[in-house]
T-cell receptor, first 115, second 113 residues
Framework: GDSVTQMEGPVTLSEEAFLTINCTYT??????LFWYVQYPGEGLQLLLK?????DKGSNKGFEATYRKETTSFHLEKGSVQVSDSAVYFC??????????????FGKGTLLTVNP | NAGVTQTPKFQVLKTGQSMTLQCAQD?????MSWYRQDPGMGLRLIHY???????DQGEVPNGYNVSRSTTEDFPLRLLSAAPSQTSVYFC????????????FGSGTRLTVV
């Protein structure tokens, strides 16, 4: 079945450091890919998305590019802030046909940014 | 817009008790889902609905029931609570998951003692 694998945390960085959180997927078709962020005590918020190969999703300084050849959707940010401390989830859903009703999530990566 | 509203935010149940977690959305979304979040396991799908009157099971449906009598509401019922159901529960809705992903509520933290 469909699955998402993301790098295990926790990840600890200093403010203004470069961030990469790796995400790879397995799917039988052409999924849509998402990054969600969860701040402490809150629900999940959609951070960015890409719905087809080579799309780049971006939001709040975060970016991720849908790479079909490597089945990857790595999250990057050039300069992290303390306020970016959160858990980040990579997720996929299938397009038309298949399991297009559900999100399949990775296990999450805890990011802590120190001042 | 209120988005996705979940109530209650916190609940403690005794083993064997039943309860209903409420979920309402005001965005006229057809798709709604319930997930549970447990440490180290990410989010797992309990039940989902693709429209009023249509529901189906997800990955971990045992011990839970749902119904979807209106587009807005998607309650989750725990039939006889067990300690294994201690978790954080999230309701989510979407107009079309492939293009839009899901919008999540703020969650219900449930403890079964």
């Amino acid at each position: 079945g469909d699955s998402v694998t993301q790098m295990e945390g926790p990840v600890t960085l200093s403010e203004e450091a470069f961030l990469t959180i790796n995400c790879t997927y397995t799917a039988t078709g052409y999924p849509s890919l998402f990054w969600y962020v969860q701040y402490p005590g809150e629900g999940l918020q959609l951070l960015l998305k890409a719905t087809k190969a080579d799309d780049k999703g971006s939001n709040k300084g975060f970016e991720a590019t849908y790479r079909k050849e490597t089945t990857s959707f790595h999250l990057e940010k050039g300069s992290v802030q303390v306020s970016d401390s959160a858990v980040y989830f990579c997720a996929l859903t299938m397009g038309s046909g298949g399991s297009n009703y559900k999100l399949t999530f990775g296990k999450g990566t805890l990011l802590t940014v120190n001042p | 817009n209120a988005g996705v509203t979940q109530t209650p935010k916190f609940q403690v149940l005794k083993t064997g008790q039943s309860m209903t977690l409420q979920c309402a959305q005001d965005m006229n979304h057809e798709y709604m889902s319930w997930y549970r979040q447990d440490p180290g396991m990410g989010l797992r799908l309990i039940h989902y609905s693709v429209g009023a009157g249509i529901t189906d099971q997800g990955e971990v449906p045992n011990g839970y029931n749902v119904s979807r009598s209106t587009t807005e509401d998607f309650p989750l019922r725990l039939l006889s609570a067990a300690p294994s159901q201690t978790s954080v529960y999230f309701c989510a809705s979407s107009p079309g998951p492939a293009k839009n992903g899901y919008t999540f509520g703020s969650g219900t933290r449930l403890t079964v003692v």
